[in-house]
């Protein structure tokens, strides 16, 4: 459906519910809500878990409304964020799950890491890996 008639923007939802969908499979989730809150929140982690240089490399390699949700609320003068284990990353993103908490967060976010691994550059997916903490380094392999 042609909205405005420039291809990446008319093409943005598209591509969203087909990582969703991804994401429902790769976890067994129908909660397709679930699924955007986990990606959102895991975006926003990654992000402030990074450099600001490291992170906007990394929103290059996203689609345009990826970026968008990736880009939602960021304050670059917070981050990298000061306590950066990976307890500390899985709490944030498990701070968003109020209503249903998140039975085996490693795991929901492990899903995350692979869908933007197969969905970013590969370089840019290592680039990423080698600006993290060592033990989140492990998780995000």
Same mark, same amino acid.
């Not at 968008?68 to 990353?89: K, L």
């Given at each position: 459906?042609?909205?405005?008639?420039?291809?990446?923007?008319? @093409?943005?939802? &598209?591509?969203?519910?087909? /990582?969703?969908?991804?994401? &429902? &499979?790769?976890?067994? /989730?129908?909660?397709?809500?679930?699924? *955007?809150?986990?990606?959102?929140?895991?975006? @926003?982690?990654?992000?402030?878990?990074?450099?600001?240089?490291?992170?906007?490399?990394?929103?290059?390699?996203?689609?345009?409304?990826?970026?968008?949700?990736? *880009?939602?609320? /960021?304050?670059?003068?917070?981050?990298?964020?000061?306590?950066?284990?990976?307890?500390?990353?899985? #709490? %944030?993103?498990?701070?968003?799950?109020?209503?249903?908490?998140?039975? #085996?967060?490693?795991?929901?976010?492990?899903?995350?890491?692979?869908?933007?691994?197969? @969905?970013?550059?590969?370089? #840019?997916? %290592?680039?990423?890996? /080698?600006?993290? %903490?060592?033990?989140?380094?492990?998780?995000?392999?």
């Amino acid at each position: 459906m042609k909205i405005s008639g420039i291809a990446t923007l008319d @093409h943005s939802p &598209q591509v969203v519910a087909e /990582w969703l969908n991804e994401l &429902q &499979q790769d976890l067994g /989730w129908a909660d397709r809500g679930r699924a *955007y809150l986990l990606l959102r929140a895991t975006l @926003h982690a990654i992000r402030d878990f990074l450099t600001v240089e490291e992170a906007a490399d990394l929103a290059a390699q996203l689609p345009i409304l990826m970026r968008g949700i990736f *880009y939602e609320g /960021w304050v670059p003068s917070r981050t990298p964020a000061e306590a950066r284990t990976v307890d500390d990353f899985l #709490e %944030r993103v498990t701070g968003a799950f109020t209503v249903s908490p998140l039975a #085996e967060p490693d795991v929901a976010v492990a899903a995350v890491f692979d869908l933007l691994r197969r @969905h970013v550059s590969q370089g #840019e997916f %290592r680039q990423v890996a /080698w600006a993290m %903490r060592r033990p989140l380094r492990d998780l995000w392999m």
